[in-house]
């Protein structure tokens, strides 16, 4: 079974950064994507960005690019998601999940492990 524990949520103004993390349980960590995706209320959980196994590949959605960095330590068993340029819009619980097989997957059924979770909310 693997678990994910995100962290580094919290309150934010608009225009300043934030750090997302997310450990991972179990050995097999470095052969999966990794990626993020976000609920706001009364909304649909959307994909935010992932990455590769290695690392080597990442993808975003278009309303965080250039603002947001998906990066992994796989020493660590460990992803992160750098946030910069926060705007209000951006508010939401982030989750971290594991891919289901190898490639670079933006649907939510490519994904079967998922965290908890993580409140962002940035002000104005």
């Known amino acids: 079974q693997v678990q994910l524990v995100e962290s580094g949520g919290g309150l934010a103004q608009a225009g300043d950064s934030l750090r997302l993390s997310c450990a991972a349980s179990?050995?097999?960590?470095?052969?999966?994507?990794m990626g993020w995706f976000r609920q706001a209320p009364g909304k649909e959980r959307e994909f935010v960005a992932v990455?590769?196994?290695?690392?080597?590949?990442?993808d975003y959605t278009d309303s965080v690019k250039g603002r947001f960095t998906i990066s992994r330590d796989n020493a660590k068993n460990t992803v992160y998601l750098q946030m910069d340029s926060l705007k209000p819009e951006d508010t939401a619980v982030y989750y971290c999940?594991?891919?289901?097989?190898?490639?670079?997957?933006?649907?939510?059924?490519?994904?079967?492990?998922w965290g908890q979770g993580t409140q962002v909310t940035v002000s104005t």
């Open positions: 999940a594991r891919g289901v097989r190898l490639g670079m997957p933006t649907l939510r059924s490519a994904y079967n492990y």
């Open positions: 990455i590769s196994g290695n690392g080597g590949s990442t």
């Open positions: 179990g050995r097999t960590f470095s052969i999966y994507p």
